[in-house]
């Protein structure tokens, strides 16, 4: 029995391997397959190298002449260029409109003569305080009013050389001092008591212009007396300078 299977199982794969011998040495003769799906792009390939620098062509002309290119940007400003030469005068304008008056101006010194002058009084009976400044309130000549009621100082308006004098009638001590700017010219003392007295004294000097000339009394030795009559300081310019 097993020897005829044995038989029949090695006829059957002899036949086998015929058949496919056969199908690979024949020619197919079925229908071509439907193409593929196209397949992802690819990724770009890296730079080349760089190239020869080309030749400059010829320069380009249109329309029978060269032709500019597009305007660029403004550059930044350059630094100041040297001066130049100065040009020709021009010719003088037309007169320009008539301007205001000015202010009067002092008084001329060329065919004018020059003038200072005053002369002011007060009564002796009206004493004045202790180490201050005398004011003659009466006035008998005053000129340009150089000479100032409310403060007693005589304010020199011409420069030159004057001349200064003080005059007091009263029957008791007296020491008057004169001053200019605060120093000392000369001091009128008389200490004698009891008996009417008149006592006067003068003084040159040289002024010049806004320098001031007063009087002042001498701590308690200064206008003292009864009422017997009274007080002058007089001053006028001699001599212009």
């Not at 003038?115 to 003659?136: C, L, Q």
């Not at 700017?181 to 003084?203: A, E, H, M, N, Y």
């Not at 000097?205 to 200064?222: C, P």
Request: hydrophobic share 30%; aromatic share 8%; proline share 7%.
């Amino acid at each position: 029995m097993l020897p005829h299977f044995s038989l029949v199982m090695g006829a059957l794969l002899s036949l086998a391997v015929s058949q496919l011998v056969a199908l690979e040495t024949c020619q197919a003769t079925g229908m071509p397959g439907i193409p593929g799906m196209p397949g992802l792009p690819g990724k770009d390939g890296r730079d080349g190298e760089k190239g020869v620098k080309g030749e400059t062509g010829a320069q380009w002309r249109g329309g029978g002449g060269q032709q500019n290119g597009e305007k660029g940007e403004p550059g930044t400003m350059g630094f100041p260029g040297k001066r130049g030469q100065s040009g020709e005068s021009g010719k003088p304008g037309a007169p320009g409109f008539e301007g205001p008056p000015g202010e009067p101006g002092e008084h001329g010194t060329v065919g004018v003569q020059q003038r200072a002058a005053f002369s002011v009084a007060r009564g002796t009976n009206d004493f004045p305080e202790r180490n201050s400044v005398i004011r003659f309130t009466t006035v008998i000549t005053n000129i340009n009013n150089d000479y100032d009621t409310g403060t007693g100082h005589f304010r020199c308006r011409v420069p030159g050389t004057y001349y200064f004098v003080f005059h007091a009638s009263l029957e008791d001590r007296l020491c008057v001092l004169m001053k200019l700017d605060g120093k000392l010219l000369l001091p009128f003392c008389d200490l004698r008591r009891g008996k009417r007295q008149v006592t006067s004294g003068g003084l040159t000097v040289y002024l010049s212009r806004d320098q001031e000339v007063w009087l002042e009394t001498k701590d308690y030795r200064g206008m003292r007396g009864k009422p017997s009559g009274y007080s002058i300081f007089s001053g006028f310019l001699l001599r212009p300078h």
